[in-house]
């Protein structure tokens, strides 16, 4: 009948850049955890991964127990 595109949605990625030159090394830790909850949230949905430097090192000294 014509031309039909097969859809696969597994190939498809989509990439976003954040930058910011004014922001302190509080905020941009913030910043990474509060992505790092929207990660860990839209788990179900897609996969997602956050990559720069320090994030590894920012995620796990943020989300890690501390004793009271």
């Known amino acids: 009948m014509g031309w039909k595109r097969e859809w696969k949605p597994y190939k498809i990625m989509k990439k976003v850049i ?3 030159k ?3 090394p509080k905020q941009w830790s913030n ?6 909850l929207v ?3 839209w ?3 897609a996969t997602l991964e956050l990559q720069g430097a320090g ?3 920012i995620v796990k000294n943020g989300t890690k127990a501390y004793k009271l």
């Open 43 to 45: 788990k179900s949905y």
């Open 18 to 20: 954040i930058q910011s």
């Open 55 to 57: 994030v590894k090192k």
């Open 31 to 36: 910043l990474i955890l509060e992505l790092n």
């Open 39 to 41: 990660r860990k949230a």
């Open 22 to 24: 004014d922001i302190s």
